[in-house]
């Protein structure tokens, strides 16, 4: 596992001094959390002579943690082990965007989650293919049971020409919003709603749609009351 020789690249990677070459094993610049994983990369790579493009952290000789990406192929001598080449590419600043962007993946999937109204998205037919919380709340259905629905079946019969309407506007001008109408819940109640909804286009044409839909019942009652 001595490092016997490396290039002014590597050299840079793991922060050392050519100088120090024959005195510093590759284990120990290996992340702590990689030792076990690298063990058994080494095994394999004596095994099957090579392998290509695993990932795995390193500790630089400061202390620094980096991502690398290394392809290692085995040197035999007289059909004996010696150790191996390695060719190693640092993908920290890589990892590190795909790490900030899974963050806010993750934030946004919590916002969408929790937020207030519902959101219910569908397909082109009017299949719902997701729903958060509120979604659920709204439709009476947990999300399992609520992507087997058509959202055509759960529109108020009376309002289905008025439902076609919007549709056709979401079509032709890929978002509506301010339609109020009527929905039949889980539990056979009927609710109202007011939704907006933007089209979801894939290669031109009609794929889908997001409505954020809103259940405003008591204030339809309200104004029924008067």
Do not use: C
Request: without cysteine.
């Amino acid at each position: 596992g001595v490092i016997k020789d490396a290039n002014n690249s590597a050299l840079d990677l793991f922060e050392i001094e050519s100088d120090t070459l024959g005195q510093i094993n590759i284990e120990d610049l290996v992340h702590p959390d990689e030792k076990a994983t690298v063990g058994v990369i080494r095994k394999k790579v004596k095994k099957d002579g090579a392998l290509l493009n695993f990932e795995s952290k390193i500790k630089t000789h400061s202390g620094k943690t980096k991502y690398v990406e290394v392809s290692s192929s085995a040197i035999w001598k007289d059909g004996v082990y010696i150790g191996s080449r390695d060719i190693i590419r640092d993908i920290t600043e890589k990892v590190n965007a795909q790490i900030e962007i899974d963050l806010k993946n993750a934030e946004l999937e919590d916002l969408v989650e929790n937020m207030y109204d519902a959101l219910i998205v569908t397909g082109a037919s009017g299949e719902i293919r997701d729903v958060n919380k509120a979604g659920e709340q709204l439709l009476g259905y947990s999300k399992e049971n609520a992507v087997k629905l058509n959202l055509k079946t759960i529109v108020h019969p009376d309002d289905a020409t008025k439902s076609l309407h919007y549709l056709k506007k979401l079509e032709t001008d890929g978002f509506y919003s301010g339609y109020e109408g009527r929905i039949i819940s889980g539990d056979g109640s009927i609710k109202d709603i007011e939704v907006n909804s933007n089209a979801i286009i894939e290669d031109g044409k009609l794929a889908g749609s997001r409505d954020i839909v809103r259940d405003i019942t008591e204030r339809k009652e309200l104004e029924r009351q008067h």
